[in-house]
């Protein structure tokens, strides 16, 4: 067996398992939330439970996010299409959305606090942290769907992606579109389940 053909042989490897596990990972971090809001919900019960508003912040960020997965689609199109120009063009608009993301979430909190709802400390509640405590481990989440956009930027640069070499970039979309999808369902849970 030649060279070449063991790389080729390893290459089409990575590629049949590349999106089985990342699809593995999502599922266990979807387990994950999960369990976060199941004991949310069970905390509710408890008396010194406090309701409260979700920030206007929190619906301009969800707007982001949602507008973010969309540039990121109509990016791929283009990218099928060999158009790189205007492909990457919307891979760093994707960007900038989801960096608003991240800023409207700071919002958020920042109004939160200025109602009087803080997450430590002695005038912290127990829905006040667990908001915190979901939020917060989804803009982690995030920050690692920023950092493979940044991924897929750069190698969109390095023009690594071709109408017939997307791997690459379809991973880090699936991820990205990941995360929107699981700001959505925490948005509409604090939305509905106060």
Do not use: C
Not at 11 to 19: I, M, P, Q, V
Not at 54 to 60: E, K, M, S
């Amino acid at each position: 067996m030649s060279k070449q053909t063991l790389q080729e042989e390893l290459k089409a490897g990575k590629r049949k398992s590349a999106k089985p596990m990342l699809w593995v990972s999502m599922i266990s971090m979807v387990m994950f939330f999960a369990g976060l809001t199941s004991a949310y919900v069970i905390s509710m019960k408890r008396d010194d439970w406090v309701s409260f508003d979700l920030p206007q912040a929190f619906y301009i960020s969800t707007v982001l996010i949602v507008l973010s997965s969309i540039t990121l689609i109509f990016s791929q199109k283009f990218l099928k299409k060999d158009n790189l120009k205007a492909s990457l063009g919307l891979l760093l608009v994707a960007l900038i959305l989801g960096l608003g993301f991240v800023w409207y979430q700071y919002v958020g909190f920042n109004e939160l606090k200025s109602v009087g709802l803080y997450f430590t400390g002695p005038e912290s509640t127990v829905s006040t942290s667990f908001i915190l405590g979901i939020t917060f481990m989804h803009v982690l989440h995030l920050l690692a769907g920023i950092i493979v956009l940044l991924v897929v930027i750069y190698n969109h640069f390095k023009k690594k992606y071709s109408a017939s070499d997307m791997l690459g970039f379809e991973l880090g979309g699936i991820f990205w579109h990941f995360v929107d999808v699981l700001w959505i369902y925490l948005f509409f849970f604090f939305y509905f389940i106060r």
